[in-house]
């Protein structure tokens, strides 16, 4: 135990009484270990053991969380190491439970902070020409008035199927999503979010204060696009009846 260590050692503690000539700026009384004492040497051995193991834990935590990696898979246009990379940092950053575990609980995404979780979308971002990113994800959920399965379905997530009657279903993982970036990739199909399991985990990340910024943004081309048809509306009832527009040059 670490008191009994303590308690073993040979403490000499002096505080002596403050004289006529000594002042309240004297410096204070000293605390020395007697190096003869047996358990000086292990007592220094685990002092060094326990700043080692500190230095080493906050090494690798350091390593756990850098961008650096995914930085270099977007900059090389390896989309689908970058997902895999993604998913990795969100396990890292949501804390010690989801480490030992390897996934995430969609509770554990608050421990995510807003500028991790902004500079991950802000690299997809970056990368993709503003076509990937969990804040292009976000734009698109709330234009499909967050329905999950109409949102799936525009980012690709799911498939149409070869049937009478309209269908979807998810894509097979990994072979049947798209890892390239070109013109028949839907707009914020990556990064990946499983959601087999539930939207929940989706939910919690589209909805974190890091993208708060996105949902007016949202509300706002809304308004606009609102304002846009209202006046298209005005303009048709001004137009004389049966007058037809001219586009031809």
Known sequence: MATNSLQSLNYRHRTPPLGRR???D?????????PKSPNYNQTIISISTAVKALST???ASAQSTSFDHLSRLLSANDFR??????????????????QKRGYVFFSEVQFISESDLKYIDQLWMNHSNNRFGYSVQKRIWE???KDFTRFFIKVGWMKKLDTEILQYNYRAFP???MWELNEETPEGHLPLTNALR???LLNCILTHPAFADEQETAIDEEED???????????????????KTNYSF
């Open 198 to 200: 539930g939207t929940q």
């Open 143 to 145: 234009k499909s008035e």
């Open 26 to 34: 004297s410096p204070p009384a000293t605390l020395a270990i007697n």
């Open 81 to 98: 190491e970058a997902d895999n990379e993604t998913r990795r940092l969100l396990i890292a950053l949501a804390g010690e439970a989801a």
């Open 57 to 59: 834990s906050s090494t």
């Open 175 to 177: 072979d049947e999503f």
């Open 225 to 243: 696009e609102q304002e846009q048809k209202q006046k298209q509306e005005e303009t048709k009832s001004k137009l004389p009846f049966g007058f």
């Open 22 to 24: 000594q002042s309240l």
